[in-house]
C-alpha cells in the first residue's frame, strides 16, 4: 500500500492552519475519502507551556476588561511574540491499485492555497525518514 505524509510547517499562522484543515475537510466529504486522507496537528510552544494554559491566558484577560480595553488587550496580545509552531501532517494511504489517484492527490494539495503558503515536505514509504515520522503521525491525537 502506498503511504505518503505531507509536513506543512505553518509557524505561528493558525488561520492558515485552520484553513487547511477545512480544506481537507471538505475534499474528505466532497470526494468520499474516509480514511485514505488523514490529517493531525503537531503544536509546541519554545517558552515550555503547554498550548491549553498558552490558550487560555489570553481568553481571561479579554474576559476581564470592559468593551473599550478589549482592543487594548487584542493590541498587547498581538505585541507579545507568539511561540507556538503549527505543524499539519497528512497521510495519504491508498490501496494498490489506487496509484493514480494518489499520484493526483499528492500533486494537488501542495497546490492548494492554504498549502502554498506554508513550508511543505512529503515523506513517502521508501524513504528513511518515513518509520519515525509514521511513528510520529500515530502517536498524534
Known amino acids: 500500500m502506498p503511504e ?3 509536513i506543512f510547517d505553518f509557524g505561528a499562522n493558525e488561520e492558515a492552519a485552520q484553513q487547511a484543515r477545512h ?3 471538505a475534499w474528505k466529504q466532497g470526494f468520499r475519502l474516509g480514511n485514505k486522507m488523514l490529517l493531525k496537528f503537531e503544536r509546541s510552544n519554545s517558552e515550555g507551556a503547554t498550548e491549553e494554559e498558552s490558550a487560555k491566558e489570553p481568553r481571561k484577560a479579554a474576559r476581564g476588561k470592559a468593551a473599550s ?3 487594548a488587550a ?3 496580545d498581538a505585541e507579545k511574540p507568539n511561540s507556538s509552531n503549527i505543524r499539519l501532517l497528512v497521510r495519504l494511504a491508498f490501496s494498490d ?3 493514480l489517484s494518489h499520484q493526483r492527490w499528492l500533486e494537488r494539495i501542495p497546490a492548494e492555497e492554504p ?3 506554508a513550508r511543505g515536505q512529503m515523506i ?3 524513504d528513511p525518514e518515513f ?3 509514521a511513528d510520529l503521525f500515530d502517536s498524534l491525537d
Open 131 to 133: 518509520p519515525e515520522t
Open 115 to 117: 498549502f502554498k503558503s
Open 23 to 25: 480544506k481537507i475537510d
Open 97 to 99: 491499485h489506487e496509484k
Open 74 to 76: 487584542a493590541k498587547t
Open 69 to 71: 480595553n478589549k482592543s
Open 124 to 126: 513517502r514509504t521508501g
Open 4 to 6: 505518503s505524509i505531507f
